[in-house]
């Protein structure tokens, strides 16, 4: 498999309400000469986590260890920018496996569907909900569920239902990418070629 077979996750969040955050702020051009996936996480909002010293800064929520959880809250427009990617690599490498916000860039999105990363668009009321807990209780916890395509704030039972692309759940439940769904289909390949001859 590609990555984790992802059904229903409940998770703590990390609340970053900032909006039109792109890819560039994801993780920096300098940081895009790696081909492989791993180790962009270090990297992940760089800029906006380290000083010039590369000590934390100690505003940034990543380095505010009252937030953790693999769910990542973005506001609107998140992913924006270049179609690097390394941005949905970062994001995975680090440790999140899901992303919330109320509209994402389609690149970006697409990008992490590949990889694992669910990306879950919320409405706006929805996602103020979301910032409004959090920020009341660090410890609210989060349910995604992947099945019903529902996304639902543990503590005060509100819940919301989100859109995917049918393929993409499918291969997000198995943990495929599309090297994988195609091999799994490896016998039905063969018999349609063989019907088919040159």
């Not at 270090?42 to 990543?62: A, G, H, I, S």
Request: aromatic share 12%.
């Amino acid at each position: 498999m590609a990555y984790d077979k992802f059904e229903i996750l409940t998770s703590t969040a990390v609340p970053l309400p900032i909006e039109n955050v792109d890819t560039d702020q994801i993780i920096p051009a300098r940081f895009l000469k790696a081909t492989e996936r791993k180790g962009f996480g270090d990297n992940l909002f760089r800029d906006w986590r380290y000083n010039n010293d590369d000590t934390p800064k100690e505003d940034f929520v990543l380095n505010d260890t009252t937030y953790k959880g693999k769910i990542l809250v973005g506001g609107k427009n998140f992913g924006s920018g270049s179609s690097r990617e390394h941005a949905a690599w970062a994001v995975y490498d680090y440790g999140f496996r899901c992303v919330v916000s109320s509209f994402f860039a389609d690149i970006f999105r697409g990008n992490c569907l590949n990889i694992g990363v669910l990306p879950v668009q919320v409405s706006p009321e929805f996602l103020e909900k979301i910032f409004k807990a959090v920020a009341t209780n660090p410890d609210t916890e989060i349910e995604i569920n992947l099945p019903e395509q529902t996304i639902t704030i543990k503590a005060s039972g509100a819940s919301e239902s989100f859109d995917i692309n049918t393929y993409k759940k499918e291969n997000m439940l198995n943990g495929y990418d599309d090297i994988d769904y195609l091999t799994k289909m490896t016998s039905e390949i063969q018999e349609f070629a063989a019907e088919r001859p040159f």
